[in-house]
């Protein structure tokens, strides 16, 4: 609806005004609004289920330090095992506006793929959260790509 509809009704809005020789300003604001806003919900909805590839070491050292790192920031491990680690980060942190989010992370040979979804009501996938699921990823690879400098610092 929001992709469709808005884009729309504020182009019908946008063409009455211009067939009615009637001031365009705020129809013209309202189209451009809605383009923008609608283009921004179809780019969440193609990345919606998109996996960010970090580069890692071993496969038991990456899932150690997923373990550390999910320990340090108060994440719950729902699920892990050799080939991935599901967390659920807390509703408190995404401020309410979710109903849940999760941190998927697939171990593929040394490196590490990640993806976050924030779910909505009856436990869909919410693309309105995309952009701070972003954020989420950015912090868990910072966070990884640190522990694994301080890894290779141990070594030497």
Same mark, same amino acid.
């Given at each position: 609806?929001? =992709? *469709?509809?808005?884009?729309?009704?504020s182009f019908m809005e946008f063409n009455s005004d211009l067939t009615k020789n009637e001031p365009i300003g705020i129809s013209l604001i309202f189209l451009t609004l809605s383009l923008i806003l609608s283009s921004l919900l179809i780019y969440s909805i193609l990345n919606l289920n !998109?996996?960010?590839?970090?580069?890692?070491?071993s496969r038991g050292q990456n899932t150690n330090l997923i373990k550390k790192i999910a320990e340090k920031n108060n994440? %719950? *491990?729902?699920?892990? %095992?050799?080939?991935? /680690?599901i967390l659920n980060l807390n509703w408190k942190e995404s401020g309410g506006f979710d109903w849940g989010k999760q941190l !998927? *992370?697939?171990?593929?040979? /040394?490196?590490?793929? =990640? %993806?976050? *979804?924030?779910?909505?009501?009856?436990?869909?996938?919410s693309p309105f959260h995309w952009f701070v699921n972003k954020r989420k990823i950015n912090k868990l690879k910072t966070e990884f790509e640190s522990g694994i400098k301080n890894v290779l610092q141990q070594r030497l």
């Open positions: 609806m929001f =992709v *469709i509809a808005f884009p729309f009704i !998109t996996l960010k590839r970090i580069k890692g070491l994440w %719950n *491990i729902y699920s892990s %095992n050799q080939q991935m /680690t !998927t *992370i697939i171990y593929d040979g /040394t490196d590490v793929l =990640v %993806n976050c *979804i924030s779910f909505g009501l009856h436990s869909s996938p």
